[in-house]
């Protein structure tokens, strides 16, 4: 299986093939509030304006005899420059997605061992992702762990506050 599927940098030219992998993972976890043709426009005109040379987004996709069968996202935020030697970049992995029956198969780790020494390569400081409970043990074995100083506000804060 290994020799059989490819990880590639992606390029603004597989915008419309990222859209529909992420339409097929995201109504996996919620159900839909746009209809498929509508969402899949939106999508690829988003990732064609986001996935080019100087953007902040990179993506890699994994391939198997050609067809796109999983993907990972990495957005890279700038720090302020500062004069104590720290790197001066965050980083952000999302939308990581390998198609049901491509699991288990080692893409995974190729598609993160990607983001991840893209991190590397971009001196990053910190990188952060939001992990569904079922994926934290996958992250953990790449070096994450839980934040020691991070804190999040989210648009819900009243209902938590309340909460
Ligand atoms: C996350 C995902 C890319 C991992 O690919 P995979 O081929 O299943 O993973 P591997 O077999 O290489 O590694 C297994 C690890 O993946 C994670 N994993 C397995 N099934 C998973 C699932 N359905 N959802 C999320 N993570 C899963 C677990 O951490 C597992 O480790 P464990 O066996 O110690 O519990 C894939 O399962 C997936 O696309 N899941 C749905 C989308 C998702 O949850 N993405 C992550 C969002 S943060």
Not at 22 to 44: G, N, Q
Not at 45 to 60: N, Q, V, Y
Not at 91 to 117: M, P
Request: proline residues 5%.
């Amino acid at each position: 299986m290994a020799a059989s599927f490819v990880i590639r940098q992606a390029t603004s030219a597989d915008a419309e093939t990222l859209a529909r992998l992420r339409y097929e993972f995201r109504i996996m976890l919620d159900p839909p509030v746009e209809s498929v043709d509508a969402f899949i426009s939106r999508c690829t005109t988003w990732i064609t304006g986001h996935l080019g040379a100087g953007g902040s987004w990179c993506c890699w996709i994994a391939e198997h005899s050609g067809t796109a069968i999983g993907m990972i996202w990495l957005s890279l935020l700038e720090k302020i420059p500062n004069p104590v030697g720290e790197l001066e970049a965050y980083g952000y992995i999302t939308n990581f997605y390998v198609q049901t029956d491509h699991r288990g198969s080692g893409v995974s780790r190729r598609l993160l061992a990607a983001a991840i020494e893209e991190c590397d390569r971009r001196h990053v400081f910190s990188t952060i992702l939001w992990p569904t409970p079922t994926s934290r043990p996958l992250y953990a074995r790449h070096g994450f762990a839980a934040p020691r100083t991070i804190m999040e506000r989210r648009a819900d804060a009243k209902l938590h506050q309340l909460g």
